[in-house]
């Protein structure tokens, strides 16, 4: 074959590759609407179906008619976004029965087992709005799937299909999984809050290994359950400053005069991240604090007295009042801190110190 | 000229219009590659940008703070209204960190004016040796703002003050004058919710030229009708649509744009910054963060992603986009020549095995190997050694690829992001992903043949880049 005779035959495949190109993108732009405009038109049909279904005046089979409707690649999708509790709890296993049996929904939980990532996530997704309690089984493979993106698909799914041992299984894995997981599963398991707080209490023991333990403090912390939290307290004195870290931070959920002399002790903890922690907690916890977080400005580290200086500014005008005096002390490093510090606008304070 | 030699001649020139013809066929082959790559690629991304539980977790605080690390010269007009629209990102934490590089006008003034700016003594202490700080300031009115006012030394000095004073794991470097969408940062966090091991992370950078602006946001996508920056928009998005995107399945690009890209802080020190001196730090940055993390085993990743977006402003005369070019190629040429080790050095596995022999026979030397294929063509012509129909063969076969792989580009663009919403906008791309190769592509490559002459005249410099500017309607500070 000659050079020429190469290049004609590249030619000829490139010039059809080019027209076939062209006529795709000015068919699919000149005649037929984006895939964003069909699901628009789609998904005002559903709003409509789901109003009539919600104030009772339209069947169920409307709504699952309209959302079958869906381009197909937006169907599990919807299905996900209705499990955002868009839909009341009591009319719930109506929509759940009316979906189960959809052919898209049945092939989309079928993934479930997949080699591919994308299927699992889909079976997650739809699980998370159709999922029931026979499906526990199914959902405890995907919570424990590789694949971070299912796992918090599959998460969401908890609520609608968990039990104690679900639940159980969900805080024992908490603190090995991904930061993300455990950032998802904190804005999921607010919904299963006794069942939580049921096996969080039975877990919290100073003997329970130290990472889990800081972990599962900051799960209760953020799940504001204060039962565990009240435990959580006795492990104050525990040898490792990770998890007397995570009791420090988690104190301030506990607004009570105990919970202050508390920390003030823990202002002068070996460790300065507890310390840190225990300034930031003071903080919270009302003008009692102002002496505590006075005696941490002085504090060795500047992270500590960086900390103090701000919880101080967040405590009113005691607080304020204290900064000023500061401004005024003997060590250098407190009138900087105190300075810096009081320079800033009430709103340049609320971003700075935001969690 | 005797017999025999005209014969020898001939013969030369056969085999150097088929060695040209191999080149392209191999390197083209190639491109090919990258954009079958790039459709799983893309295809993933969309799937998880559409994903509604990620949707929700880039609401929550899971995700990790990071630093905007923006420097500046001589931004006096535009800088208020830049700043302000970082500072209004949607992310949950961040700081934003602005190196103030010398400027001659009154750009510090404006910030101490516009942001209420006070001097603080400066808290951390100077891990990689920069110009001479002159002041650290912030502000009242935004905590998250924090200004470095330092003698001037180039951006990637200014990049490295800022560094210095980062107080986050992740830093964005990004150019004052470029517009990042609301949603960017959440959008470039993907790969930290998906638990992936992260060393940078690199987003597109669109043209913003006759785009509408408002409020520092691009509101309305537009193809600049004219023929220059026009050809631009298609080159953009081949560059990221496909090219980078392929590069994520063949072991990672070695370009990160300056303009908007994030990096693990940790790794950025352990390499001692950026490199001054350099006319593309950004390309000379990401060589030397691979070779870091291959010569210490650590298995970090640097994906580029496709649904964060910059807008950038590009040049709209020959003059400077010939400067621009010039420049980009002259980095290039830099940076290769000072990592040669990596070619074809097993111990960099995908990267010196396959991604830096690209840049070097697919990028730094194309234009080299373009000029030789006209000059054989034009000689062979010129001694009847090679047929005039299959010079013109060639060239058209030349210039249709390039228009394939330019409207492929589009087709990428039109069945996933499709931010081109008029018809007169997406025609126009077409026309220009057609036309691109008759002439603009020529120019590019004597803009690239030029670099070749600076470098080794050793010039060093940057050239003025003039801009047009957004208008006045970019930001109401």
Not at chain 1, 3 to 9: E, G, I, N
Not at chain 1, 24 to 40: G, K, N, Q, W
Not at chain 1, 91 to 120: F, N
Not at chain 2, 122 to 148: D, Q
Request: proline share 5%.
């Amino acid at each position: 074959m000659t050079a020429a005779t190469v290049l004609v035959v590249v030619a000829l495949v490139q010039g059809a590759f080019l027209t076939l190109l062209l006529m795709f993108l000015l068919t699919r732009r000149l005649l037929f609407p984006s895939t964003r405009d069909r699901f628009a038109e789609a998904r005002a049909a559903i709003d409509e179906a789901v109003r009539q279904w919600l104030v009772a005046e339209g069947p169920v089979s409307a709504v699952r008619d309209a959302i079958s409707a869906l381009p197909s690649a937006a169907r599990v999708g919807y299905v996900a976004h209705l499990a955002r509790g868009l839909v009341p709890a009591e009319q719930r296993p109506s929509l759940v029965t009316a979906l189960r049996y959809e052919p898209w929904v049945r092939q989309a939980l079928a993934g479930a087992r997949s080699r591919r990532w994308s299927r699992r996530l889909e079976a997650a997704r739809a699980l998370a709005f159709v999922g029931t309690a026979g499906d526990r089984q199914l959902l405890g493979t995907l919570l424990a799937d590789p694949h971070p993106a299912v796992a918090v698909a599959a998460v969401s799914a908890l609520p609608g299909v968990a039990d104690d041992g679900l639940v159980a299984q969900v805080v024992d894995a908490y603190p090995s999984l991904s930061p993300f997981v455990r950032g998802f599963l904190d804005l999921t398991l607010r919904e299963l809050r006794e069942p939580v707080t049921r096996v969080l209490v039975s877990r919290m023991r100073m003997d329970a290994p130290t990472l889990a333990l800081a972990r599962r403090i900051a799960l209760a912390e953020a799940l504001d359950l204060l039962p565990v939290l009240d435990q959580a307290m006795a492990l104050r004195g525990h040898v490792d400053a990770d998890v007397r870290a995570a009791v420090a931070r988690a104190a301030r959920r506990l607004p009570r005069d105990a919970t202050v002399q508390l920390l003030a002790r823990m202002t002068r903890d070996a460790d300065v991240t507890v310390r840190v922690e225990a300034a930031r907690s003071l903080g919270e916890l009302g003008p009692g604090s102002v002496p505590f977080l006075g005696g941490a400005l002085h504090d060795t580290s500047w992270r500590v007295r960086r900390q103090a200086a701000l919880s101080l500014a967040l405590l009113g005008e005691r607080g304020r009042l204290a900064l000023r005096e500061a401004r005024a002390d003997a060590d250098p490093y407190v009138r900087d801190i105190a300075s810096l510090v009081s320079g800033l606008s009430d709103g340049a304070l609320l971003e700075i110190t935001a969690r | 000229m005797t017999p025999g030699l005209v014969d020898a001649l001939h013969r030369t020139l056969w085999w150097a219009d088929h060695a040209v013809l191999g080149y392209f066929l191999v390197i083209n082959t190639f491109y090919a590659l990258l954009l079958i790559l790039s459709i799983p690629e893309l295809w993933e991304h969309w799937r998880l940008a559409d994903n509604e539980h990620l949707q929700r977790l880039l609401a929550s605080d899971a995700l990790p703070p990071l630093t905007i690390m923006v420097p500046a010269h001589n931004e006096e007009v535009t800088i208020a209204s830049s700043l302000l629209s970082f500072l209004t990102l949607e992310y949950p934490h961040f700081e934003v960190v602005l190196v103030n590089d010398g400027s001659k006008d009154a750009t510090l003034s404006v910030l101490v004016r516009e942001f209420d700016l006070y001097q603080v003594p400066a808290p951390y202490p100077t891990l990689i040796p920069t110009k001479r700080v002159f002041g650290v300031y912030r502000s009242r009115k935004h905590a998250r703002l924090v200004v470095i006012d330092k003698e001037n030394g180039g951006k990637a000095d200014s990049l490295n003050a800022a560094l210095n004073a980062a107080r986050f794991e992740y830093v964005l470097a990004v150019d004052a004058d470029t517009l990042i969408e609301p949603d960017a940062l959440l959008r470039l966090a993907r790969p930290f919710l998906l638990g992936t091991h992260v060393a940078a992370v690199g987003g597109t950078v669109r043209v913003a030229n006759a785009c509408r602006i408002e409020l520092g946001r691009v509101v309305d996508a537009k193809v600049d009708r004219r023929w220059l920056p026009g050809c631009q928009v298609v080159e953009y998005l081949r560059a990221f649509l496909f090219g980078r995107l392929g590069w994520n399945r063949l072991g990672g690009s070695l370009i990160i744009s300056g303009a908007f890209g994030m990096f693990r802080r940790e790794y950025l020190l352990a390499i001692e910054g950026y490199r001054t001196g350099n006319v593309t730090e950004d390309m000379d940055l990401v060589v030397r963060l691979h070779r870091y993390l291959y010569e210490h085993d650590i298995h970090a990743k640097m994906p580029f992603i496709p649904d964060p977006v910059a807008w950038t402003e590009v040049p709209t005369t020959v003059k400077v986009l010939h400067r621009q070019r010039e420049r980009w190629h002259r980095g290039l040429l830099s940076t290769v020549i000072t990592h040669r080790g990596l070619l074809f050095n097993p111990k960099y596995g995908k990267v010196g095995m396959v991604s830096f022999p690209f840049f070097v026979f697919g990028e730094l030397l194309a234009p080299v190997v373009e000029l030789f294929g006209y000059l054989f063509t034009a000689l062979g012509l010129w001694l009847h050694a090679v047929d005039w129909h299959f010079a013109l063969l060639f060239f058209l076969v030349a210039v249709g690829y390039g228009s394939l792989l330019s409207v492929w580009a589009v087709v990428l663009e039109d069945v996933s992001f499709r931010k081109y919403r008029s018809r007169w906008d997406f025609l126009r791309l077409l026309a220009f992903s057609i036309i691109e190769g008759l002439g603009f592509r020529q120019m590019t490559v004597w803009f690239r043949l030029h670099a070749f002459w600076k470098y080794f005249r050793g010039h060093e410099g940057w050239g003025t880049m003039t801009r047009e500017g957004f208008g006045p309607a970019r930001v109401k500070p």
